[in-house]
């Protein structure tokens, strides 16, 4: 039994962060992954051959497969097969079960996935143990499909939200597939429809013009500077990921993108001295957005499975990351699986402090969920 307690003393649990480092403001490098390997299928696809353009362009590896199925990606352990991985890019079609679209709550109604896998190298990412086999990025070239195919869930009484960011990072793969400009051109002609995307990355140049009608909200995932320091390898700085963000929102006549835009707050952590540092990001985002715009929060707490914890030590066998099942509560799918959040009294507090800091900055910017 917990007892909610809310001004109780939470348990430090995340690594002691450097108190003497200043913000870092670079941007995220560019994804050139070693090999990018299309399949047969994949470049019988117009915008896979678009896809083979961009990778040839920018002098990549290119290999053509000979059949339609992905083998050879794995290394001598599991380390050797992250590192493999995380540098090959795969362009493929997504399979038929891909048009059978999944609920999403609470982020959006469901989700749209234009790729799998990440370029980035987060301690605690939320891929894994989602996504079976070698991570490696897959782009998948029959996304005019995928991006039709949505048609089939629009309502007649609302718009429905999709989102592109299950599982990969849109953004970090955009210089290689295009696909995230596809999908917000696309959304600005469906009334029925909205575009979900959020990033870690910076690369937000090839959106600013594109005509999205406000269909597309635009987010950046950001974290406490110690945690993004510590734990979020291959991103771009949280100062970089706010810059981009606030040129997509800035109205098009100031020259930004005009978009909805929203910050995900994920995955947050109770580190030592945690009002400080997520206050000191939540004083960093109103700098940020010291102007009238279209913009949302999301808070997301950190959790994991036995097994995304089990994948997570194979791929960072030296993290920092706290992976304790010490408090916290255990909560049940419907299937019976099991994840690990913070337990009542600590997510009460870390809530209450959240809801009433977000608001006393940002009173008129809606706060979508806590999880
Ligand atoms: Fe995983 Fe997201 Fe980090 Fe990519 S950006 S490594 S998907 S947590």
Request: include cysteine; proline fraction near 8%; hydrophobic fraction near 40%.
């Amino acid at each position: 039994l917990f007892l909610p307690v809310l001004n109780a003393p939470v348990p430090a649990i995340a690594p002691e962060p450097d108190p003497a480092a200043a913000p870092r403001t670079h941007g995220a490098k560019l994804w050139l992954p070693k090999r990018v390997l299309f399949t047969p299928d994949a470049l019988q696809e117009e915008y896979g051959q678009q896809i083979l353009a961009r990778a040839t362009a920018l002098n990549l590896d290119v290999e053509l497969l000979k059949s339609n199925r992905l083998t050879g990606l794995r290394g001598d352990d599991e380390r050797a097969t992250y590192r493999t991985a995380k540098t090959t890019l795969a362009v493929v079609n997504a399979p038929a079960g891909a048009l059978r679209l999944q609920p999403t709550p609470p982020s959006a109604d469901y989700q749209l996935n234009l790729a799998e896998g990440c370029p980035a190298h987060c301690q605690y990412c939320y891929l894994a143990g989602s996504l079976s086999g070698p991570p490696v990025v897959r782009a998948f070239a029959n996304l005019p499909k995928l991006l039709a195919n949505t048609q089939v869930y629009e309502r007649a009484d609302r718009p429905v939200s999709f989102e592109a960011s299950c599982y990969t990072d849109v953004l970090g793969i955009e210089h290689l597939t295009g696909a995230l400009a596809e999908a917000v051109r696309y959304f600005a002609g469906r009334e029925g429809g909205r575009l979900r995307f959020v990033s870690k990355y910076d690369h937000v140049d090839s959106l600013l013009g594109l005509p999205h009608r406000g269909h597309t909200r635009a987010r950046a995932s950001l974290n406490a500077e110690p945690l993004a320091r510590q734990l979020e390898g291959g991103t771009a700085s949280i100062e970089a990921r706010l810059q981009a963000l606030r040129r997509l929102a800035l109205p098009v006549a100031q020259g930004g993108g005009g978009y909805p835009v929203g910050v995900l707050l994920a995955p947050i952590m109770p580190l030592p001295d945690w009002r400080r540092h997520y206050g000191e990001l939540l004083d960093r985002v109103r700098a940020a957005f010291d102007f009238d715009c279209d913009l949302t929060v999301e808070f997301v707490t950190h959790r994991f499975t036995p097994g995304s914890k089990q994948v997570l030590l194979g791929w960072y066998p030296g993290t920092t990351l706290d992976l304790s099942e010490t408090g916290r509560a255990v909560k049940r799918n419907k299937f019976g699986g099991v994840k690990y959040v913070y337990d009542m009294p600590t997510m009460k507090e870390l809530k209450a402090w959240f809801y009433a800091e977000w608001q006393r900055r940002f009173p008129h910017a809606p706060i979508q969920y806590w999880t």
